[in-house]
């Protein structure tokens, strides 16, 4: 029996590469940059499985040049919103995606950028290579407290839940939360509360994103919502770049509107060199990063090669996307 068609669209860890090298006739994307569109939809041709990551999109066009062999797209994130999932569905073909494995590594991430921010670290390290340190400053570089603030979560699913955990048990805070349904375990470990959107703008000293870009969610931190925020909270987005309008958060950070942000994602990815957001005293930015450690990386890996190999063999994934 001929090894089934593979394609891994960019270096991948080996700890899942070697299964697949061992098991199907794999080609991998060699380049830190993505193929083009045009290479992306030569490469997939025969292909009963792709290997995917965030950076691809991945719809009825490609599903078109791969031919009806495809049996699984596995993606090698937890997030699927470059994928066209009805169209995959449709045509009969697996999506996988690798939950549960990189939410400390992201919670950390968005709590990273939360205490940056809060002690102006970006712009202090700056003033010191400007010449800026001259001798110690009793008026100078004042930043924000954190102990006994209120964290505000968007979207209190595994990630949510490990931001607020280490919010609460580390920094005394108090915990608001949007969520399609009540959280129990929130409630009753972290004194959590659900709320309306508008109490949580309202109400919280930082806001924190953890929830999926999807149709409601695309554009929800717009000039409407800065506006209801309190003028010096700190807004953190660890989700998607497409959950804040960026012209938007350029502007509230300028005026005043609201105190300072922390991304780990921009719209677009990645932004122009002269996008205002990477050039705000107040806003400090991370490429993408949060699943950026070596263990959270290879575990998903082992996932999204699980699925892919289950996917081919008409198994049921590890961790299918319904
Ligand atoms: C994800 O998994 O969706 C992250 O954004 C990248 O690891």
Redesign the pocket.
Known sequence: MTAPKVFVTREYPEIGLNRLIQECNTEIWPGPLPPSREVLLEKVQGCAGILTM?SDGIDAELFNAAGDQLKVVS??????NNIDLAEAHKRGISVG??PGV?TDA?ADLAFALLITAARRMIEVHQSIHEGGWKTWEPLRHIGWDLTGKTIGIVGMGRIGYAMAKRCHGGWDMNVLYTSRSEKPEANQNLQAQKVSFDELLANSDFISVHTDLNDKTAGLFNADTFKKMKSDSIFIN???GGIHNQPDLVQALTTGEIGAAGL??TDPEPPELSDKILHLPNCIVAP?I???TTK?RDD?AEIATDNLINGMLGKPLRCEVK
């Open positions: 965030l993606q090698y994130a937890v997030g699927v995606n690798t990189l992201t660890t989700a998607r780990d994602v993408h949060g699943s950026a959270t998903m």
